[in-house]
């Protein structure tokens, strides 16, 4: 190959990556738009990107062809966006499937929340997938890690996990009391109010699980805290390796001669509260959820799980 013929083969080449990468960016702005809102002009879009008209172009014909992109020209410098497949964006994007994880399901509000997630995500054009992991800072690595796209997390985990995480942020908050409420103290029947010397158990891979009970132990109590994973927590308190486990009043314990006693002291600042973890790159997820899901939504359909009025489902 001649010098020439390799030097036009790296340009073309170039302007193949120039228009995939505009293609992209163009696509991630229209998630965030609506039908009737305004697109910028070609010539802005270019000075945007730092490329030609004619790369603009060709990425916008792109998405014509791929996403189904519509738009209403109003003049030389103004068009409006008429309709697109948020799909075929999505795509066009760079992405395929979205992948949301959450918190074991171990109460019902917990439930509630996947519910109202699941629920939503499937009137989204997106193929997605929920998954289950133990342990707020599981859940946290994994994202920030690019093994999943979303992350619900309490509001009190986020603020510690971010602190030391610039690849994460808080997408969504959710209000109170979406994500513990009424938690209380899972004890033995025969349990006295305070011992002086107290064995809780607390688990290391949940931020709530490893906080809560230190916040919450009465002053005065002398406590030793014994690292149990979630799932033994039950089994540790009939046993009597462990005297108290903070535990949520609305699920009923399985093995006998326990009970759950309220904790009778207000949950720290954020403990109540869940958010939507997202890795701070990810605008193309910011865009297509602001179409779709809303906090108010979810609260909404969490309530009426909690109520009764609906049953939780995947």
């Known amino acids: 190959m001649g010098q020439n013929a390799a030097t036009e083969g ?9 228009r995939g990468q505009v293609m992209q960016e163009v696509a991630i702005l ?7 809102d305004e697109i910028p002009s070609i010539a802005q879009l270019a000075t945007r990107f730092g490329v030609g008209r004619g790369t603009v172009q060709a990425a916008l014909a792109l998405l014509r062809a791929d996403a189904g992109l519509v738009t209403d020209a109003r003049g030389p410098s103004a068009s409006r ?8 964006l999505w795509h066009a994007s760079g992405r395929q499937g979205l992948m949301l994880l959450l918190p074991f399901p171990y109460s019902r509000r917990v439930m509630g929340l996947a519910t109202a997630l699941a629920d939503l995500l499937r009137r989204s054009p997106v193929a ?13 690595e994994a ?6 796209d979303l992350a619900v997390v309490s509001a009190l985990a986020a603020r510690e996990a971010l602190q030391g995480l610039a690849d994460c942020e808080v997408l969504m908050r ?5 994500y513990a409420a009424g938690q209380g103290w899972l004890v033995r029947d025969d349990f006295a109010l305070w011992p002086d010397r107290l064995r809780v158990g607390t688990d290391p891979a949940s931020t709530d699980q490893s906080r809560l009970p230190r916040l919450l132990v009465p002053r005065g109590v002398d406590a030793t805290f014994v690292e149990l994973p979630y799932l033994r927590m ?4 009939a046993s009597g390796e462990v005297d108290a486990v903070v535990w949520p009043q609305d699920v009923l314990p399985q093995h006998p001669g326990l009970q759950v006693l309220p904790i009778g002291s207000q949950l720290p600042d954020g403990a109540d509260r869940a958010v939507l973890l997202s890795r701070r790159e990810d605008r193309a997820l910011g865009a297509l959820l602001g179409r779709s899901v809303t ?3 979810i609260e909404a359909i969490q309530r009426e799980v909690l109520s009764g009025r609906r049953e939780p489902s995947e």
């Open 10 to 18: 790296a340009d073309s080449l170039g302007n193949l990556m120039k």
């Open 30 to 36: 229209l998630l965030g738009l609506s039908p009737g």
């Open 81 to 88: 966006l008429v309709a697109c497949d948020a799909a075929g």
């Open 128 to 140: 997605h997938s929920l998954a289950y992991m133990r342990g707020a800072r599981s859940r946290v």
């Open 143 to 148: 994202l920030a890690a690019g093994r999943a």
């Open 174 to 178: 959710l209000g109170p009391e979406t």
């Open 234 to 237: 039950q089994g540790a308190v």
């Open 295 to 297: 906090a108010e939504q």
